[in-house]
T-cell receptor, first 116, second 112 residues
Framework: EAGVAQSPRYKIIEKRQSVAFWCNPISGHATLYWYQQILGQGPKLLIQFQNNGVVDDSQLPKDRFSAERLKGVDSTLKIQPAKLEDSAVYLC??????????????FGPGTRLLVL | SQQGEEDPQALSIQEGENATMNCSYKTSINNLQWYRQNSGRGLVHLILIRSNEREKHSGRLRVTLDTSKKSSSLLITASRAADTASYFC????????????FGTGTRLTIIP
């Protein structure tokens, strides 16, 4: 089966500019996540969707970050305006339930953002 | 905030040797998962161990879990150059919640 797709793979912008990332999860996966991974750290959850509804956005900086998942499939994450500290890899993941009920996540390749 | 903390932060070993990484966490969990991240790539799920399990094997991987100490270890036996990657533990605190909290990672380098 096709994996999680993300685009673009790389993006360089200047601070105060806007940027958007796109994610297409694995077909049939109801849950979609956006993570921010700063160099040398583990992924930090930004937002979690269940179908087209938000389950958890407690760590999303809502003054500048927004995300949507229209129709419960593709998702976009936007930053407006960007700050230097937003330089990171933005990972999208979708999940499926295992036979025992637990969830395992499948990650896309990520978008590497550099804010100058 | 990061729930798990891996130890060591970085590890270099000769090809063929065994590599052991440790993960400590803070709160109760339903299960703990290990993921691998190759440079410039997304994370790949390796293995899941439930809170009522103590040890699990998958190929060259062996995971242990000690819930009393809130710790887990990942052992990779007979390491290969392709095992060079960062390894993260992730904890799932609530059954069905689906939200994982990742640790800080161990950077493993296999020297050919």
């Amino acid at each position: 089966e096709a994996g999680v797709a993300q685009s673009p793979r790389y993006k360089i912008i200047e601070k105060r500019q806007s940027v958007a990332f796109w994610c297409n999860p694995i077909s049939g996966h109801a849950t979609l996540y956006w993570y921010q991974q700063i160099l040398g750290q583990g992924p930090k959850l930004l937002i979690q969707f269940q179908n087209n509804g938000v389950v958890d956005d407690s760590q999303l900086p809502k003054d500048r970050f927004s995300a949507e998942r229209l129709k419960g499939v593709d998702s976009t994450l936007k930053i407006q305006p960007a700050k230097l500290e937003d330089s990171a890899v933005y990972l999208c993941a979708s999940s499926t339930r295992l036979a025992g009920g637990e969830e395992t996540q499948y990650f896309g390749p990520g978008t590497r953002l550099l804010v100058l | 905030s990061q729930q798990g903390e891996e130890d060591p932060q970085a590890l270099s070993i000769q090809e063929g040797e065994n590599a052991t990484m440790n993960c400590s966490y803070k709160t109760s969990i339903n299960n703990l998962q290990w993921y691998r991240q190759n440079s410039g790539r997304g994370l790949v799920h390796l293995i899941l161990i439930r809170s009522n399990e103590r040890e699990k094997h998958s190929g060259r991987l062996r995971v242990t879990l000690d819930t009393s100490k809130k710790s887990s270890s990942l052992l990779i036996t007979a390491s290969r150059a392709a095992d060079t990657a960062s390894y993260f533990c992730a904890t799932d605190p609530n059954f069905g919640n689906e939200k994982l909290t990742f640790g800080t990672g161990t950077r493993l380098t296999i020297i050919p």
